[in-house]
């Protein structure tokens, strides 16, 4: 039983993140760019996945967003 509400609590999550990616474009009209990490476990908010965003893939997408 435990697992099902894992599943069902994962499933919600990933509504709720696709539901404000949708209205980000709608109030922006404009597309997005989305970074999506494989973290294992279940804290995926250890400090180390932040300073690792900050540090290698958000430099990368501003430089991306650059225009030349």
Do not use: W
């Not at 069902?8 to 509504?15: A, G, Q, T, V």
Request: positive net charge; hydrophobic residues 40%; without cysteine.
């Amino acid at each position: 039983m435990l697992e099902v509400k894992k599943i069902n609590s994962i499933l919600f999550d990933r509504e709720q993140h696709y539901l404000l990616q949708q209205q980000l474009v709608r109030t922006y009209d404009a597309g997005i760019i989305t970074v999506s990490l494989n973290i294992p476990g279940t804290n995926k908010q250890l400090p180390r996945y932040h300073q690792f965003f900050q540090a290698i893939i958000k430099p990368r997408i501003l430089q991306f967003l650059q225009k030349k």
